[in-house]
């Protein structure tokens, strides 16, 4: 999974691809303040974390925007409503997103760095901290996506109820 960033449709100024490579990394800021802590103020950790938070919440809204354009498909459209099909979508996304950028493995993972690392001077905590914070992505992403549609197909087959065989429906309202 490549995260990109939740205004690129919606703001001409991100049109080339390292405008969206630099944009992706914002869920990652809470990962990299966190790899700072121990060298600066807790008020820049905090701030870095408000950062990520703010790129969250933009990216649940752009991808509940983007649900209410394309509309609902016929499997939705007789289980939910427009407001619960929506709702729907933002949790799904949101969690992901919660999970996968700030308070899943990666936070751990940069947390136990910092942490548990006691021989090392405070500077080379932090950059290894930040030598771990590109490969997160590719270490927890696409297993917490999987995790996540697994729990909300789980959630929403209870809902709908659908019967065996309506996979190819699934597939295509997502």
């Known amino acids: ?18 405008d969206l490579r630099a944009c992706a990394r914002a869920p990652q800021t809470s990962d990299i303040g966190e790899a700072f802590r121990p060298v600066v103020h807790p008020y820049v950790v905090t701030a870095a974390y408000g950062v990520s938070w703010a790129y969250l919440a933009g990216d649940v809204g752009f991808e509940t925007w983007k649900a209410r354009r394309r509309g609902p498909s016929p499997l939705e459209a007789c289980a939910f409503t427009e407001h619960q099909r929506l709702a729907l979508v933002a949790v799904k996304r949101g969690s992901f997103q919660a999970i996968a950028s700030m308070c899943g493995p990666p936070a751990f993972t940069i947390h136990t760095i910092n942490t548990f690392n006691p021989r090392v001077a405070r500077g080379g905590r932090t950059l290894t901290g930040l030598a771990a914070v590109p490969i997160l992505p590719f270490l927890f992403d696409t297993p917490v996506e999987k995790a996540t549609d697994a729990a909300f197909e789980l959630a929403r087959a209870q809902v709908v109820r659908a019967p065996r065989g309506t996979e190819s429906l699934k597939k295509k309202e997502l």
Do not use: F, K, M, Q
């Not at 205004?7 to 100024?13: E, N, S």
């Open 1 to 18: 999974l490549r995260r990109i960033c939740a205004y690129r449709g919606a703001r001409p100024v991100l049109r080339t691809e390292a």
